[in-house]
Structures are given as structure tokens and as C-alpha cells.
């Protein structure tokens, strides 16, 4: 895992307030897109640190603890279902991004993002295929959105018991389809996503 500092400079770029971005939840079929913008100061190490797919809860909570504890300022950004739908999977993710980046309490002066490029922002970025593997400040964008994701579904499990969205975080297990035939989609389903697509 490398670090955001060290990158940049290696490829010959200055940047004083640099931020990971990244995000969970395209997988789902309910609940809402979550980004992370994550801003590291200089000289500030988090230690072991990776993709939050890679990591258990108790290893993403203790991790998000040391961030806490060191200064690590974030932004979080949603992008709800309803949203999800009228506008794609796509520009959702760029909308939950560019809104962590404006919940950022800095102004970040570059951005480098798992993936692909961040849309209709005019803050210079490089994104990076596994960048969540790679770089310090996008693996640990990648925690704080998966954490803050989680929290929100297993909150919202107690208004759809039936459901156990606290145990798949809406993927769509063997488990949530059948809940899925037997009750019918809740509000916080993804109505254009299979199976639910073409459904009421």
C-alpha cells in the first residue's frame, strides 16, 4: 500500500491537500450508493490498511478508530435509491462522490479516485484501477464508505425485519430473492436493478 504523498510526488505532481475517493454499494439491490473523500496529512501513517472488500467489520471498525485518533478528515456522500434509479448506477456513483468531496471539511487541491474519473469537477484527479489496493487514502476512503453503508442499512433493518438488511446489507443473497418473491420490494429497493426491474 502506498502512500498518497509519495505517489503524487514519484509522478511529479505538488499537492498540499490531496484526497482518496471511493465508494460502496453499486452491487445491491436496496439501499443507497455511499462515497468516501478521505484527506490524510502529510507525515500521518494509518498502518495496515486495505480494501474494505479485503477486511472484516472488526478490522474496518479498528482501523476507522486509528483515523479518528490522527486527525483524518472525510466527507461522506449518499445517493439513494429513488436517485438510483431515475438517473443509473453510473452518474449516481459520480453524484455520491461529488457530494463527499463537498462534505470535505478542506478544500482538496487534488483527487485520486478508484476506478475512474470523477465527473463534472473541476479539481484535478487521477484515477486508478484497484486504486482501494493501492493507495493509503483510497483504501481507507474505501472503509469509511463501507462502515458508513453498513451502519445506515443495519439502522434501517429494524423498519423491515422480514428482510435482515443488517446481515446482507441488500445484496442480493439466496435469502433476500426469497424475502423479495414472498413480500414484494420495499421502498428502499432498487426498482431498475434485476430482479426488480420492470416490477411495480
Avoid at 502506498?2 to 452491487?27: C, H, M, Q, T
Wanted: aromatic share 10%; glycine share 8%; with cysteine.
Amino acid at each position: 500500500m502506498e502512500n498518497i504523498y509519495r505517489f503524487l510526488k514519484f509522478n511529479g505532481i505538488s499537492a498540499k491537500k490531496p484526497a482518496g475517493v471511493d465508494e460502496v454499494g453499486r452491487g445491491p439491490i436496496a439501499g443507497p450508493l455511499v462515497a468516501c473523500a478521505l484527506y490524510i496529512p502529510e507525515g500521518v501513517t494509518i498502518g495496515k490498511i486495505n480494501d474494505s472488500k479485503l477486511l472484516n467489520p472488526e478490522e474496518r471498525n479498528k482501523i476507522l478508530k486509528k483515523m479518528f485518533k490522527k486527525g483524518i478528515k472525510f466527507g461522506i456522500g449518499f445517493c439513494f435509491n429513488k436517485e438510483i434509479d431515475k438517473v443509473g448506477i453510473r452518474e449516481a456513483t459520480f453524484i455520491a462522490m461529488r457530494r463527499a468531496i463537498k462534505n470535505l471539511p478542506l478544500k482538496c487541491d487534488f483527487i485520486l479516485v478508484d476506478g475512474f474519473k470523477i465527473e463534472k469537477i473541476k479539481i484535478p484527479q487521477i484515477a486508478l484501477t484497484k486504486g482501494d489496493r493501492r493507495i493509503d487514502a483510497i483504501a481507507g476512503a474505501s472503509i469509511l464508505a463501507k462502515v458508513y453503508r453498513d451502519m445506515w442499512m443495519i439502522a434501517i433493518s429494524n423498519s423491515f425485519p422480514e428482510y435482515r438488511f443488517d446481515q446482507h446489507k441488500g445484496y442480493p443473497t439466496s435469502y433476500h430473492l426469497e424475502m423479495l418473491l414472498k413480500l414484494g420490494p420495499t421502498p428502499i429497493h432498487r426498482r431498475t436493478f434485476a430482479p426488480l426491474k420492470g416490477g411495480n
